[in-house]
């Protein structure tokens, strides 16, 4: 069997123009089919920016026809992929902050938002987190943003067997010391390799970290992108342990 290979995708979106945020998450999706990536995943709202006011005209259904073409490539490229979108539901008033689940085998699935950040609760409602996913033969947990500054969220996923945490997530430049120590001792903690997706620009008013990072079973950094921008980082796991390394990608105008 070949090595299980997981990515996250730091991308510098653009504020509320879902169409060049498609063009941009095709362009990763690409990339990481040529890297024969399984898992690839996105930051939080990756698809509309961190936009909490424009949040009510951005949200889609989870049938929406604007996922089709993401779907599509993941099945063609076999690679489950994990992108952000408000999203409407008919138990929820507010859009929630969901990661869409897009399968390599065309299928879709949903992880919503269960925690939300002091101010969120104007614009979105709480969700109620959802399956873990089976990559590769790993139990993979999925997990965005303010989910794991709660000990518990974590907890529970290694108690249910996860083998990765997958953190989508918008990680400030302030913020990031004390955020990347959190899920570094997740991972130390529970014996849980840990995936972080953060995003590459600004976005929100907020200046994004990038720095998006894996950890191993022991709280071993594997590898981290260098700053901002669009980079690929790639985590492969082989029976000596994990490897990593990162990739810029090249987005076209």
Same mark, same amino acid.
């Given at each position: 069997m070949s090595a299980p290979v997981f990515a996250a995708a730091q991308c510098a979106v653009r504020a509320g123009d879902i169409s060049a945020n498609l063009k941009l998450h095709i362009e990763f999706m690409q990339h990481a089919s040529k890297e024969g990536v399984g898992l690839l995943l996105f930051p939080e709202l990756s698809l509309t920016g961190y936009?909490? !006011?424009?949040?009510?005209?951005? &949200?889609?259904?989870?049938?929406?026809?604007?996922?089709?073409?993401?779907?599509?490539?993941?099945r063609e490229a076999s690679m489950t992929t994990i992108v952000g979108l408000p999203l409407r539901l008919p138990s929820h008033d507010k859009p929630v902050i969901a990661a869409i689940i897009l399968h390599g085998d065309g299928s879709a699935g949903v992880y919503t938002k269960q925690h939300l950040h002091p101010g969120e609760e104007q614009y979105f409602g709480a969700g109620d987190g959802g399956d873990?996913?089976?990559? &590769?033969?790993?139990?993979?947990?999925l997990s965005v943003c303010a989910d794991f500054s709660h000990p518990e969220h974590p907890s529970l996923a290694a108690k249910q067997g996860a083998q990765l945490y997958a953190a989508s997530v918008l990680i400030g430049e302030?913020?990031?010391?004390?955020?990347?120590?959190?899920?570094?001792?997740?991972?130390?903690?529970?014996?849980?390799?840990?995936?972080?997706?953060?995003?590459?620009?600004? !976005?929100?008013?907020?200046?994004?970290?990038?720095?998006?990072?894996?950890?191993?079973?022991?709280?071993?950094?594997? &590898?981290? !992108?260098?700053?901002?921008g669009n980079r690929l980082l790639i985590v492969s796991k082989h029976p000596h342990g994990w490897q990593g390394f990162e990739t810029s990608v090249s987005v076209t105008s």
């Open positions: 936009e909490p !006011t424009l949040a009510e005209s951005l &949200a889609h259904d989870i049938d929406s026809p604007l996922l089709s073409p993401l779907r599509d490539l993941a873990s996913i089976l990559i &590769a033969d790993l139990s993979v947990a302030g913020g990031y010391p004390h955020d990347s120590s959190l899920l570094q001792t997740y991972s130390e903690r529970h014996g849980m390799a840990v995936l972080m997706a953060n995003h590459g620009g600004p !976005t929100g008013g907020w200046a994004a970290a990038g720095q998006s990072a894996f950890w191993d079973e022991k709280g071993r950094c594997v &590898a981290s !992108t260098v700053g901002m």
